[in-house]
């Protein structure tokens, strides 16, 4: 770490780490409330369209693996600076696109660049809490917690600014800040290939350690893989069963979803403050049980009570999962940079796939699509259960101490 870094401490070097996503997902959500007259602006086609919304998710999934290769041979700083940079630069020809080409190559650059920043963020997160001597999970906490916050906050700067203020200019804005992030980034960010030996990478094939870690990747991608899955399915199923209910579920829909990540941000918080014990391997399985019985629950969305009340259990068993699966990574799938870009490519697949199969569930099965989420739910944590046993803790990343808890894993 850099001399700027260790004068931070903890808590500043943690800082500048939650800052360098704020630009990006501020920029992400804040641009989809113009999508009407981006639209008309560009004179983007149906197809179009569908291309420049779903290639952002496409690319970052792409992406993250090769920013975590990036991380462990480059560096993160470098890296880091390379993925916010790539991003200011796909904002940039959206700014400036008069048609529809160059919008969309803009947004895939976006995306591919925010999948390279990905594992960057959660390699530099166990970095910087081992250098201090502190458990991560807490780090893990506050960056979704920043994360579902930012996501929140486009919409808002939005609603504040669009009287006078296109998306050109809020994108501009967002890029400005992603680039001032980006020197703050190369400046305080620790760099392992530099200032510290590198961190134990996943084994080559035929190594004896090979299998194990591989199969915890698997393991805890496949979890992450199933939440984002049903949470990207959550949100087009509120309005769209509020819709069955109400003329106009606008308000009802806004309520119980922006509830709903404001409960996540204050759970992750809370959730953190657990024992290690809780954040075992076997607790994916409770944690996805949860899941599958809060969407049961919100069948009954239409009573904005307990709606209120389904979308609040559903947010809490979300944030423990969170924090299940990324302690996860860290300690049994090795934690080196390939290994949290894996993990991304795969539990970022879920949202993509999450809201094509809430919408085809529900167009086939009307109000019975979140029963049927719910069971697959349930279903999952049963084989995951079984999954479980056998998993066993990775090789420590040099210059991290070994905190993990071994003998109680199965």
Known sequence: MMALGRRLGYS??????LTTIVGTNIGYTALLPYLPRLSERLGLSATELAIFLTGFAVTKILGQPVGGYLADSWGLRATALVGLVAAAIGMSFIIFADTAEPAILGRLIWG????VLTPVLYRSL???SAEHGRDPTSGYAHLGSVAVLSFAGGPLVVGLVYPFADYPAVLAATAGLTLVNALVAWAVLPDR???APPAEDVPAAGSERFGP???AIAFFAIVDLFANLLWAAAEPLVPLYLGRAYEDPTGRAAWVLGIGMLVFAA??????????WWRLPRMAGLGLAALGVSCIALNAVAVLAWGLIGIAVFMVAQAY???IARRGIQQYG???????GIFGMFGDTGLVLGSVIAVWLFEVFGTRAFSLLGVGALLAAAVLAVAVRGLRPGPVPAGEPDRRIESQVS
């Open 12 to 17: 500043g070097n943690l800082a500048v780490l």
């Open 321 to 323: 999962i969170y924090l």
């Open 213 to 215: 870690l591989l199969r």
């Open 267 to 276: 759970a992750n918080q809370l959730l953190a403050r657990l024992s290690d």
């Open 112 to 115: 591919a660049a925010d999948g």
């Open 334 to 340: 090795g934690g080196t940079g390939r290994a949290w």
């Open 126 to 128: 166990t970095v910087i």
């Open 193 to 195: 290939a530099r200032s």
